[in-house]
T-cell receptor, first 114, second 111 residues
Framework: DAGVIQSPRHEVTEMGQEVTLRCKPISGHNSLFWYRQTMMRGLELLIYFNNNVPIDDSGMPEDRFSAKMPNASFSTLKIQPSEPRDSAVYFC????????????FGSGTRLTVV | TQLLEQSPQFLSIQEGENLTVYCNSSSVFSSLQWYRQEPGEGPVLLVTVVTGGEVKKLKRLTFQFGDARKDSSLHITAAQPGDTGLYLCAGIYNQGGKLIFGQGTELSVKP
């Protein structure tokens, strides 16, 4: 298995632009998570899905952030409009259920908003 | 707000030394996981502990879950430069709940 695949690996964009981050979870995993990592706040859970349904989006910073999971093999995290304070590494992770067996993380998307 | 505190935040040691990293919470964990993250990559799962008092070993790494399931430790024996990385503990507070991460311990092992 190729693992959790995220794209792009790096994204540099200007303030005010729309940014879309993409994630392909591991086949067979039915839970998907979006995390954001910064030096100041560490790894923060933004939103998670179970069987393609959003379960908890309480970590989404504000209305500028939205996430979708149209099918079991694809999810997007969109920021519109982007701001410099959104600069961070965004990780997608998947697991089988809300698992005690651990999450598998992608390699992340490093977002820089200038 | 559930909070997971890790200590120390930074640790720089010489090759061959032993070290312990701690993870504490005021709440009871349903389960706790330890991850290791290298620069430019996502966290990679090392171990999951579920039962209070549980001890798991992974080569030179020993993981312990507190009896009350509120704390955990990671002990590395005879550290090597390849152990360098960010060590993260993460807990699930309710069965089926979300995984919350500590701030991490940045370990540097110098040859």
């Amino acid at each position: 298995d190729a693992g959790v695949i995220q794209s792009p690996r790096h994204e540099v964009t200007e303030m005010g632009q729309e940014v879309t981050l993409r994630c392909k979870p591991i086949s067979g995993h039915n839970s998907l998570f979006w995390y954001r990592q910064t030096m100041m706040r560490g790894l923060e859970l933004l939103i998670y899905f179970n069987n393609n349904v959003p379960i908890d989006d309480s970590g989404m910073p504000e209305d500028r952030f939205s996430a979708k999971m149209p099918n079991a093999s694809f999810s997007t995290l969109k920021i519109q409009p982007s701001e410099p304070r959104d600069s961070a590494v965004y990780f997608c992770a998947s697991s089988f259920g809300m698992s005690n067996y651990g999450y598998t993380f992608g390699s992340g998307t490093r977002l820089t908003v200038v | 707000t559930q909070l997971l505190e890790q200590s120390p935040q930074f640790l720089s040691i010489q090759e061959g030394e032993n070290l312990t990293v701690y993870c504490n919470s005021s709440s009871v964990f349903s389960s706790l996981q330890w991850y290791r993250q290298e620069p430019g990559e996502g966290p990679v799962l090392l171990v999951t502990v579920v039962t209070g008092g549980e001890v798991k070993k992974l080569k030179r790494l020993t993981f312990q879950f507190g009896d009350a399931r509120k704390d955990s430790s990671l002990h590395i024996t005879a550290a090597q430069p390849g152990d360098t990385g960010l060590y993260l503990c993460a807990g699930i507070y309710n069965q089926g709940g979300k995984l919350i991460f500590g701030q991490g311990t940045e370990l540097s092992v110098k040859p």
